[in-house]
Structure formats: C-alpha cells, structure tokens
C-alpha cells in the first residue's frame, strides 16, 4: 500500500481542482493500492515541516516529500506506477 | 504633502530607507519641487506602512515588492496573495524550527560550564565547539 499524503490549506479554489484530478489518478490503481490522504497544513504544520514542506500545495509519498508543487497527472501516474511495479 | 524627513518620521524609518524603497521601486514619491525635493502625498503613507507590516510579517523587500505587484495585475486575485503567505509562513515554520535546534545546543553547551571561574583554557564550551568543528572537518574529509 502506498501511502500518498496532499498538503494544502482549506480554501484554496486551485488546489481543490487539481487534487481532485489527482485522486482521479490515484484512485485508478485500486484503492487497495494507494492510501490517499488529504492534510489540512494549517492543521498539521508540524508534520509538514518535518517532510520539508516548503511551499503549498505539496505531495508526500511514503513519508518523504516528493513533489514540492501539484505534479501533472502524468509524472504522478509514472511515481506511483514505479512504486507499485 | 509630506517631505522626506516628515514621512521617515512617522513611519519610524530613516530618509535612506525610503530612498532605498524607491531605488527597488516600492515607493515614488509624488512629485519633486523645483529644487528637486522629495513630496510624498497619502498614497505614500498608505503604501509605506504597507511595507513595514508585510516586513514584520518577515518578506522581504523583493517578495514585497512581487505582492504589490500582485495588488496591480488584473488577472491576480486574493488567492494568488494568500498563497505567497501561505508559504513564507511555511518558511517561517522552518526557520523557528532551526533556531529551536540551535537554542537546544546552546543548552547543552551551557549546561557542561559548571565553573564560570575556570580559566579560559579549560572552559568546556570553547573545547566542546573544538570537538565539534574537529569531527566536522574529519567527516568533511571521510564524506
């Protein structure tokens, strides 16, 4: 199971449409495959400085920052696809 | 209108500083007089304390500057601003966490002095700073 963690911050018109292109991505692997979660960085600004979370949005995978802005669908698709081959 | 030495004043800043505001495009003055004199009108006053608040916010003068500009595009809005501030509050989070680490060391430095009348050459900070750039430049040289 690959665990895929979003940072943003609520209210953020561009990041809910982009994460939610996204989910799409993820959720074409199985969602017995990708555990996606969704983190609120206001909430949980500890645990984002602590991957290195410098800018928001920001996608983490595994417990280690791997995207520093929203990728394309595509080099998404690829990252994940690497992990679960 | 407002002179130079007036504006700096109110705003408790110096004349240079306003100079140097100008100088990276952040404040213009209204006009100059005749004899090539600063006036600054309440549009200056208004913008000049906008810079000092954004400054205790901790940007800096080139992300102020790209947040007012920001203020004049047309096709910017509220979230294109707060996403700038989203991240320097992300910036900020990084660097109270840095300077929380090197509080702790000061700690630990501070703690291992048990005799402030010890003389210089025996005193456990300057040898435990030794120690450390030591095994610093020995794991440069491994590394």
């Known amino acids: 199971m690959v665990k895929v963690e979003v940072f943003s911050s609520p209210g953020c018109a ?15 692997f199985g969602r017995d495959k990708i555990a996606w979660r969704e983190v609120n960085i206001l909430e949980e600004m500890d ?39 | 209108m407002y002179t130079i030495g007036k504006l700096a004043r109110q705003a ?10 100008e100088k990276e495009g952040l404040l213009a003055p209204a006009r100059k007089t005749d004899a090539g004199y600063r006036l600054y009108d309440e549009d200056a006053v208004r913008r000049l304390r906008f810079i000092r608040q954004a400054q205790r916010c901790g940007f800096s003068l080139g992300e102020i500057g ?63 700073l030794e120690t450390s750039i030591a095994t610093q430049v020995k794991g440069a040289a491994n590394g």
């Not at chain 2, 408790?12 to 505001?21: F, H, I």
């Open chain 2, 66 to 128: 790209e947040i007012l500009a920001l203020r004049r595009s047309d096709a910017a809005c509220c979230k294109d601003v707060r996403g700038v501030a989203m991240d320097k509050k992300l910036q900020l989070e990084h660097k109270i966490r840095a300077l929380q680490v090197m509080s702790r060391a000061l700690t630990e430095l501070v703690s291992i002095c048990t005799d402030e009348t010890g003389p210089l050459d025996e005193c456990p900070i300057l040898a435990a």
């Open chain 1, 14 to 28: 561009k990041c809910a449409q982009a994460k939610t292109m996204l989910k799409t991505v993820a959720e074409e």
């Open chain 2, 12 to 21: 408790d800043v110096t004349a240079d500083a306003l100079r140097y505001y």
């Open chain 1, 47 to 85: 645990y984002a400085v602590d991957l290195g979370v410098m800018s928001s949005p920001a996608i983490a995978i595994d417990g280690q920052l791997v995207f520093a802005s929203l990728p394309s669908a595509a080099k998404l698709r690829a990252e994940l696809g690497g992990r679960l081959r």
